[in-house]
């Protein structure tokens, strides 16, 4: 179960690691959309998503990895660009609610589609590796900075 999913349905506002958090080794071997497996994420800060979920009567699912890769196809074969992992899951999401008949048929849906079209800027333009002349740590001065240019 997904942190966040697991604490909204038991209703708490916070997530607590001991109750919320798989037990497994590294979450990011076993989660394809890694941005969304933070361990803090702005679930229990107030206008976070239990606010969000809380204040609209909203539902939270948990999607598995083949639902978030069925999606990402999906998405593709309708409308040409493949998306990032997070997106593919939100549309999951949304397929989801449409199945329980969580959505009706003229609800109005914003469906945040990010990362579109990546594999193709992959194959179609080169990428450059840059090094940096420099790095910055907490020790370097505001006068080392500003001869920086940064």
């Given at each position: ?42 679930y229990g800060v107030r ?12 539902q939270m699912y948990a ?66 590796q840059i090094r940096p ?18």
């Amino acid at each position: 179960m997904v942190p966040m999913v697991s604490a909204w349905n038991a209703g708490r506002d916070q997530i607590v690691p001991e109750k919320d958090l798989p037990q497994i080794n590294n979450i990011l071997d076993v989660v394809a959309a890694r941005v969304l497996s933070t361990k803090y994420p702005a679930y229990g800060v107030r206008g976070g998503v239990y606010d969000a979920l809380k204040a609209t009567g909203g539902q939270m699912y948990a999607i598995t990895n083949d639902e978030a890769y069925e999606s990402a196809e999906l998405f593709k074969r309708v409308e040409g660009p493949d998306i990032l992992p997070a997106a593919a899951v939100a549309l999951s999401a949304l397929r989801t609610a449409v199945r329980r008949k969580a959505v009706r048929p003229y609800d109005a849906i914003m469906l945040n589609i990010t990362g579109a079209g990546t594999e193709q800027r992959l194959r179609d333009l080169s990428v450059l590796q840059i090094r940096p002349n420099a790095t910055i740590t907490p020790a370097v001065t505001d006068d080392e900075l500003a001869a920086l240019k940064v």
